[in-house]
Nanobody
């Protein structure tokens, strides 16, 4: 059974930083591509960033490029999302996802098999 537990969300002022963590439990963490999605009230779930199972390929949505960094530590079964220069429009519930996929870094929710419960990120102006 795979479980994902996010942490690190909170309230921050615009321009500030947060680091989200996603702890994975289950077999073969290193076999999964890992991603972060987010969902703001009244909006669809949006892809944010993904890393391949090997941790050497990455993909980001254009709106976070240069500000967010995804990384993984296969020894700790954890994936991170470092978020810098936060903006009010980054406010959302952030979800961690894991998937076994032929695509190295997929950016669609359907490519991911397991999801965390989400962590709230609120950026004040």
């Amino acid at each position: 059974q795979v479980q994902l537990v996010e942490s690190g969300g909170g309230l921050v002022q615009a321009g500030g930083s947060l680091r989200l963590s996603c702890a994975y439990s289950g077999r073969a963490f290193s076999s999964y591509a890992m991603a972060w999605f987010r969902q703001a009230p009244g909006k669809e779930r949006e892809f944010v960033a993904a890393t391949s199972w090997s941790g050497d390929r990455f993909k980001y949505v254009d709106s976070v490029k240069g500000r967010f960094t995804i990384s993984r530590d296969n020894g700790k079964n954890t994936v991170y999302l470092q978020m810098n220069s936060l903006k009010p429009e980054d406010t959302a519930v952030y979800y961690c996802a894991a998937g076994v996929t032929r695509v190295a870094v997929p950016n669609t929710p359907s490519a991911y098999d397991y999801w965390g419960q989400g962590t709230q990120v609120t950026v004040s102006s």
